[in-house]
């Protein structure tokens, strides 16, 4: 059975202009130091907004509310299927709890991440669609 991995992009208007929220890797080794949408499995009884919002309050303490459904779904190794979604701030200021760091990149940043190899390859699939978003007015 597959299991399905959510990552949020987390979006909001500052220094006037719109950047999505990463989370830089702490683990496994060979993905430690990379940028992600942070995210994570879904549980059993979950749906993929409900582990999207429980997740990021685990990880980042922050509030959100799971959007539509961001590109196509990666498949990652033979059990895992990762799927992006945008998510809404709600509250909350996001702490690095599971993570190295954190950081708020506009759309070129983002380019430059992924063209560099500093972005986890499964993520690297949904740069167009968050460069998009990043250039869309808001509100987020």
């Known amino acids: 059975m597959v299991r399905i991995v959510v990552a949020g992009a987390v979006i909001r208007e500052w220094g006037g202009a719109n950047r999505v929220l990463l989370a830089q890797r702490a683990y496994p080794p060979h993905l430690a130091g990379l940028w992600e949408l942070p995210g994570g499995k879904v549980e059993e009884g979950e749906s993929p907004?409900?582990?999207?919002?429980?997740?990021?309050?685990?990880?980042?303490?922050?509030?959100?509310?799971?959007?539509?459904?961001?590109?196509?779904?990666?498949?990652?190794?033979?059990?895992?299927?990762?799927?992006?979604?945008?998510?809404?701030?709600?509250?909350?200021?996001?702490?690095?709890?599971?993570?190295?760091?954190?950081?708020?990149?506009?759309?070129?940043?983002?380019?430059?991440l992924a063209d560099s190899g500093e972005m986890v390859p499964a993520d690297v699939g949904w740069v167009r669609e968050l460069v998009d978003l990043l250039r869309r007015p808001g509100p987020f």
């Open 49 to 112: 907004a409900q582990a999207l919002e429980r997740e990021l309050r685990e990880e980042l303490e922050i509030e959100v509310v799971g959007g539509d459904r961001i590109g196509d779904a990666v498949p990652v190794g033979d059990d895992l299927e990762l799927r992006a979604y945008r998510a809404r701030w709600v509250a909350g200021e996001p702490v690095a709890v599971e993570h190295r760091a954190l950081g708020w990149f506009d759309d070129a940043e983002v380019v430059r």
